[in-house]
């Protein structure tokens, strides 16, 4: 496999060698890309003895064979086209921003932009630069498009300063990188049936009961899941998300609509995540016109379609099934009961009384449960841990080597 590095212009410039150096310890054939800055701090020779490839150092270097139908190609194209994976390390403030505003104005810039390949960056620079809120902000826009950001270590710093801006181990970028890989293309066969969004039941014509999800959490594992090389039907309730391109959008409002679509469709599936959060109740009779202020109201509901219990009827072998649980209280006890009882394969536990996680936020905390298992996947952008939870959820399918008690306490354990 082909890893590309994009080497920028900072003081850990130099560590970019034994990064390279590692990753072909991996038997991964490494190209580097280095920016102008870059230079001024290692010679683009060092890279080119290593890896035993021209390092790219400009967008119109010519290619590196001399025959005909190489001198005619495109060499960013070709370079996004071939690469499993593209590192930036250590990345600038500077190529952060550039990637996060789409400037493509040198090859590494235009690489970024033209490659469909995993991207990962390690930043690395002063504390201040590191925790300029443009900087905080680029990365965000970073995390958010599935970039994987390989957060600096604290320490001394080169400028010397103390604090966040040292550039990871190589070990650790040597691990993000070996994740990506390993992630491409590993649910390729597979269609993944993601639910999303929070459903409405009509008051009357202009109201509607409804709740509090955006839909990100959804739609973040439909991303992930296209990414990983499934084919994705994604059942959205509103939200105000674009859906991942290329997948197949089935919209609907209410809870019968997403249990009709989701039903359907259950053929298809190999794979459901029932992120969506379904409204529990709908008004009996809703009101034709729009209803008035007159005193109290009394609204007669009565409760919806349970769409996870009807899957899990009508499944058949193979069919994995991760529901989705909001609560409050007693988190581990509700999401267990709603596990056994369901008889889904698992559920994603959400604590929503926990601040700054959950609903409508773009990062999240949950525990992931399975019937022997409770694993802790703790607070990170939601686009890190829908790849979690897909991950977990493909181990479903190995044999277990220990089969708990049912009413065993549950071992927590961290995700690994
Ligand atoms: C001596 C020196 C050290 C620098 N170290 C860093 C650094 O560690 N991190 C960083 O983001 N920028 C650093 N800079 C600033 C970048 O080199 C500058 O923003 C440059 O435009 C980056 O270009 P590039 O992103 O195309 O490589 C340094 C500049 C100098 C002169």
Redesign the pocket.
């Known amino acids: 496999m082909k890893v590309t590095v994009g080497v920028?212009?900072?003081?850990?410039a130099y560590k970019a060698a034994e990064l390279v150096r590692t990753l072909q310890k991996q038997a991964l054939d490494v190209h580097v890309v280095m920016?102008?800055?870059?230079q001024h701090f290692v010679q683009p020779l060092t890279f080119a003895a290593l890896t035993g490839h021209k390092v790219i150092t400009g967008l119109w270097d010519m290619p590196e064979s001399a025959d005909a139908d190489a001198a005619s190609s495109i060499e960013h194209m070709d370079a996004a086209q071939s690469t499993d994976a593209l590192v930036v390390a250590?990345a600038?403030?500077?190529?952060l921003a550039k990637f996060a505003h789409g400037v493509a104005d040198?090859f590494l810039s235009t690489l970024y932009l033209a490659t469909t390949a995993p991207v990962i960056v390690a930043p690395?620079?002063?504390v201040n630069?590191w925790q300029h809120p443009a900087t905080q902000a680029n990365l965000e826009v970073l995390a958010n498009r599935n970039v994987r950001v390989v957060a600096p270590e604290s320490g001394y710093l080169a400028c010397g300063m103390t604090g966040a801006g040292r550039l990871a181990e190589t070990e650790t970028i040597l691990e993000a990188v070996l994740s990506v890989l390993h992630h491409r293309n590993d649910l390729a066969g597979e269609t993944v049936l993601v639910t999303a969004g929070g459903t409405r039941e009509a008051l009357d014509p202009v109201r509607f009961l409804g709740n509090r999800s955006s839909g990100k959490m959804g739609y973040a594992m439909a991303e992930a899941a296209q990414r990983r090389g499934a084919r994705v039907i994604l059942v959205s309730a509103p939200t105000a998300l674009r859906g991942p391109a290329n997948c197949e959008m089935v919209p609907v409002v209410t809870t019968q609509d997403m249990r009709d679509a989701v039903l359907s469709r259950l053929d298809q599936a190999t794979i459901i995540i029932k992120a969506a959060a379904v409204a529990d109740y709908r008004a009996r009779v809703p009101a034709d016109q729009k209803l008035r202020r007159s005193g109290p109201l009394t609204l007669e509901l009565e409760p919806t379609e349970d769409i996870l219990a009807a899957v899990v009827e009508r499944r058949r072998p193979g069919l994995l099934v991760v529901g989705f649980a909001a609560e409050t209280e007693d988190v581990l006890a509700h999401g267990r009961d709603k596990l056994l009882r369901k008889g889904a394969d698992a559920i994603v536990l959400n604590d929503v009384s926990r601040e700054g996680v959950g609903f409508d936020s773009d990062r999240n905390a949950v525990t992931f449960l399975t019937r022997d298992r409770a694993i802790e996947l703790p607070e990170m952008n939601k686009r890190e841990l829908a790849d979690h939870i897909l991950d977990e959820t493909l181990r479903l399918r190995r044999p277990l080597q220990v089969l708990a008690e049912t009413d065993a306490d549950l071992p927590v354990t961290s995700g690994d």
């Open positions: 920028c212009g900072g003081i850990a920016t102008e800055a870059a250590p600038t403030a500077n190529v040198d690395a620079m002063n630069m």
